[in-house]
Every structure is written in structure tokens, then in C-alpha cells.
């Protein structure tokens, strides 16, 4: 069975040990808060509200949960990518184009309906003694003929043919000719069996099959982007929640020591301080808006559903939980799984069997053409049509041919050119098989380490969060007793912000990498399958 994080996730949730996204846990990813208290409040605080929604402050012009709000799930976001995004429209098209080549290579062995005609008048050599003698011959042939699996053809026609002499000194007994006719054509060497036809068939599949990977490839692909860019759009909405909070801190502590100014116990120096901190973290919450979003029309673009597409003012708000829950990955196992459902590896595989395929069919094309046909009329004479018509019939005055053609090109050079580059072809093609599996096992150990050091960093940035808040807690309270000046403080609050961003990129780095997870095997996320992208 393939790797599923969300099947993993729920399993974790139900019964399993060890790290758990707790509501302390997301409200401490949300962002500091007011871990500053403004007036009458003695220590750092809990914040209020959930982490998604952005502060508002007076910082910069007005932020995008103004206008009407999209709350979001990853499913839906992948779902409403499968059923707008303009990259997968474009790519559904080809899979159906190839089935039409498929059909077109097919029809070479479907029956045509043929008719020739022709009236000419020359000398008959034969008839004149004293002055020439002109005859006219007047030819219709008209049929099916069928192209067969062995590589010749098979004709059913009549011919009727008018022949007369023109100022001859005798006339003709027999001048109309009624003859139903059978045909056969086979090579015995060259195209013996349809090489030529049958490979281009097989040809014609095997580019279908690849077209289906590619189209297989792409809907994997666009669901990872979406994947990425929910998991982005979720850490700069808390980023702009960090920044605001530590903004409004950083105000804060110019309001008091504006007050304690007016009041002489505190310093022009002080004040300054606190103003150029606050006008530096205004500026980083604007930035982080700016990055919001950039980040939100990125998904817009992606999704481009009717109330979410590019030109849309609606605020999308992830409502999904990350995934904090440490997992185990069998590297051995995913490689495996990776080898078998990528869908790079089908497409060099199938690639390779089409260069076998014209390998073959280029060493057999040097042979040369040996063809053998057979042609027998039941032939009916008479001085007019209808009495040809009723002469028909079986008898020795029937017309047959049988024959023999042969064709070698002197040194076969082409044939033999032809062959040696379809050759170099097909070991080109058994050498991108390979480099296609070590380039998927790469991209598996690549993103299994971004697992594991996210699920570290995750640990690491946590802890140093938690030894953040305490900071500011002590830095706080000598502050408010006078021990010390607002430049520590203000310090420890943007070592607060600091790791709370850090806190914040280690869990969306761990969620888009359990993303990148199900993409390197080839996969589609738990919930979604690939006819919901079908056009």
C-alpha cells in the first residue's frame, strides 16, 4: 500500500502516542498575541481568536478578510483545481487527440471503394495491312479492395471493356467484354505479415499510453502546487497575526514610555527606541501582507473556480489543521512503490518500447520487395454489353495472371542508415530508463530527509518558542518595575516573533513535505482520483 498521510494522520488522531496538534499548539503557532499587556494586565497572555484570521491594526491599507471570505479545506482546494485549473484543460486534450491517431493507424485496414475509367484510341498494328487501322478501347473497373493482416491486399471488381476497330476492312465478332474479377497481392519478404501497419498501430498505443501519463503526471503535479500553496497561504496568514501582535507590543511600549516622558522618569533615548522598533515591525507586518497576498491569487489562479478565480476579491481563510504528528517512513518501501506508479518511469518505459518497436521494423524493412499476386476473371464476349453480360461463366476462355515482382536497392544504404539510428534510438531510450529510476529514488531520499528535519525543526522551534514567551514574561516585569530599559524587552519580544515565525514555517514545511510525499510515489492525495480531472 502506498503511503497516505491523512490515513495516518486519522489513525494518529484516534489512538496513536506522541505529538498532537492541541489548541495550545495552534494558538501558539498563531502568533505571540497579546503576550504584552497594554495597561492593567501584569503578564504575557493567551491569544484570543483563531489562527487564521489576520489582525487589522492601522498598519497599511486595509487587509483582504474585508471582502467576502472563502473558508477552505485542502480536499476542496485540490477538488476545485481538478475541475478549473487552466494548465489541466490544457493537458486533457492531448490524451484525446492520441486515441485519435490510435484510431487513424487502425483504419489502414479498412476497405476502399474504388472505380477507374478510361477511352482511348491508338493503331492496332495487327489489323492494318495496306493503311492503319485505328481501335478504341473504352475500360471501366470499379470495386472493394480490402488490405490484409498478412500484408497484401485482396480486390473485388468488374471490368467491362468496349474494344472496336475504326475503318477497318472487316469488323469484330466480340467487341464487349463482362468480367467479374478476383485479385490477390502478397509480399513474401518486405511488410510480410503488415510489419509496416501493425507497429505503427502499436506505436499509436504506446503514444496514447503516454499521453495518459503525462495527463496522470500533470494532475499529480497541479494537486502538490495546491498542496504547497494552501500550506503557504495557511503560514502567511499567521505570519501577518505574528507580526500584528508584535506590533501592537511594540506600541505599546511607546505609548508608556511617552507617558513616563511627560512624567520625568524615563529618557528621549527610550522613547526613540520604542518608536524606530515599531516603525521596523510595521514594515515587516506589511511585507508579510504584501506576501499574503501574492500567495492568495497564486491559489485563486490555481483553483480558478467561479467565485475563486484570478479576478476574484474573495479572502480565502484554510480551515485545515496541520499534521504535527511525527510518522515513520519506509524509504525501501516508498522507493518501491515510487518505481512501480511514477508516472516518469511509465513514460520512459513505454518510450523505450517504441523505439524497439522502430528498431524492429527498421531491420526488417531491409529486406527487399518480393511480391506475389493472382488475378482471375470470369469473362463473358459479345458484340454488344448485354450479350457479354449473358456470355458470363465459368469456362476456358477465362482470363488469369499470376506474377512475381522483385526490388533491392543497390548497396542499401538508406534501409541500413535508417536501421543503425533507430538502433542508437532504442539505447537511448534503455539508458533514460535508468537514469529515470535513480533520478526517482533521489527525489524520494530528498523528500524523505525534508520529512524528517521538518519533523525536528518542528520539535526544536517549539522549545525555543515556549523559552521565548518566558523571556518576554521576565523581561516584562522588570520593565514595569524600572530594572531596566525597553531595550531588552523589546528584544525579547522580536526573539519571540522570531521563533514563532520559525515555529510556523518548521509545521507548513513538514505538511507540504508529507504533500511532496504522495507526489514522489506517484499518488494522489486521500480523497481524490484522477476521472474527477477528466474533461
Known amino acids: 500500500m502506498p503511503f497516505d498521510p491523512v490515513v495516518l494522520e486519522q489513525r494518529s488522531r484516534e489512538g496513536g502516542a506522541g505529538r498532537r496538534v492541541t489548541s495550545w499548539s495552534l494558538e501558539a503557532a498563531a502568533g505571540p498575541s497579546e503576550r504584552f499587556p497594554r495597561r492593567s494586565r501584569a503578564g504575557p497572555q493567551r491569544p484570543s481568536g483563531p489562527p487564521g484570521e489576520v489582525g487589522q491594526g492601522h498598519s497599511g491599507p486595509p487587509g483582504p478578510s474585508e471582502s467576502p471570505t472563502v473558508r477552505l479545506s485542502l480536499l476542496e482546494a485540490i477538488r476545485y483545481s481538478l475541475e478549473g485549473n487552466q494548465d489541466i484543460q490544457v493537458v486533457s486534450y492531448t490524451p484525446k487527440q492520441a486515441r485519435e491517431e490510435v484510431a487513424n493507424a487502425e483504419s489502414v485496414y479498412d476497405p476502399s471503394v474504388f472505380a477507374d475509367s478510361s477511352y482511348r484510341r491508338q493503331p492496332n498494328l495487327q489489323s492494318s495491312v495496306e493503311d492503319i487501322v485505328m481501335e478504341d478501347t473504352g475500360v471501366i ?93 495557511y503560514l502567511y496568514r499567521a505570519l501577518v497575526k505574528i507580526d500584528q501582535e508584535n506590533l501592537d507590543m511594540a506600541e505599546e511600549v511607546y505609548r508608556r514610555e511617552t507617558v513616563r516622558l511627560s512624567q520625568g522618569i524615563s529618557k528621549e533615548l527610550d522613547v526613540q527606541r520604542a518608536r524606530s522598533n515599531a516603525q521596523a515591525r510595521r514594515n515587516s507586518l506589511l511585507q508579510s501582507k504584501q506576501s499574503l ?12 473556480r467561479s467565485n475563486l478565480t484570478i479576478d476574484s476579491k474573495a479572502d480565502v481563510i484554510p480551515v485545515e489543521e496541520p ?81 512475381l515482382s522483385f ?30 529510476r535513480d533520478q526517482i529514488k533521489l527525489d524520494v531520499k530528498q523528500v524523505v530527509l525534508a520529512i524528517f528535519y521538518a519533523n525536528g525543526e518542528i520539535d526544536s522551534t517549539k522549545l525555543a518558542m515556549e523559552a521565548a514567551e518566558k523571556v518576554v514574561a521576565g523581561e516584562f516585569a522588570r520593565f514595569d518595575i524600572g530594572q531596566t530599559t525597553n531595550e531588552e524587552l523589546l528584544r525579547a519580544q522580536d526573539l519571540l516573533a522570531v521563533t514563532s515565525r520559525n515555529f510556523m514555517r518548521a509545521v507548513v514545511d513538514y505538511n507540504i513535505a508529507l504533500a511532496e510525499l504522495t507526489r514522489a510515489q506517484g499518488t494522489f492525495p486521500h480523497g481524490v482520483s484522477i476521472e474527477e480531472a477528466r474533461r
Open 323 to 403: 499534521q504535527l504528528e511525527p510518522i515513520e517512513v519506509d524509504e525501501i518501501q516508498i522507493i518501491d512503490t515510487a518505481l512501480v506508479g511514477r508516472p516518469e518511469i511509465k513514460k520512459a518505459l513505454q518510450e523505450l518500447e517504441i523505439r524497439k518497436a522502430e528498431e524492429d521494423l527498421s531491420a526488417h524493412q531491409r529486406f527487399p520487395s518480393l511480391d506475389v499476386f493472382g488475378r482471375y476473371s470470369l469473362s463473358g464476349y459479345g458484340k454488344d454489353f448485354s450479350g457479354a453480360v449473358d456470355g458470363t461463366n465459368l469456362n476456358n476462355d477465362d482470363a488469369w495472371a499470376v506474377g
Open 141 to 233: 473497373q470499379t470495386g472493394l479492395r480490402k488490405p490484409l493482416p498478412t500484408g497484401g491486399s485482396l480486390s473485388t471488381y468488374l471490368e467491362t471493356r468496349y474494344e472496336n476497330l475504326v475503318d477497318a476492312e472487316f469488323s469484330r465478332t466480340y467487341r464487349n467484354i463482362f468480367a467479374p474479377t478476383i485479385e490477390i497481392r502478397q509480399p513474401l519478404l518486405k511488410n510480410l505479415g503488415s510489419k509496416k501497419e501493425k507497429a505503427a498501430i502499436q506505436i499509436a498505443n504506446l503514444q496514447a499510453s503516454i499521453s495518459e501519463q503525462e495527463f496522470r503526471q500533470k494532475v499529480i503535479e497541479i494537486a502538490t502546487k495546491v498542496s504547497r500553496v494552501y500550506w503557504q497561504l
Open 407 to 436: 526490388e533491392m536497392p543497390i548497396g542499401n544504404h538508406s534501409a541500413e542508415a535508417v536501421y543503425r539510428k533507430k538502433l542508437l534510438g532504442r539505447k537511448q531510450a534503455s539508458a533514460q530508463v535508468g537514469r529515470e
Open 293 to 304: 497576498r501574492v500567495v492568495m491569487d497564486q491559489l485563486k489562479l490555481l483553483l480558478n
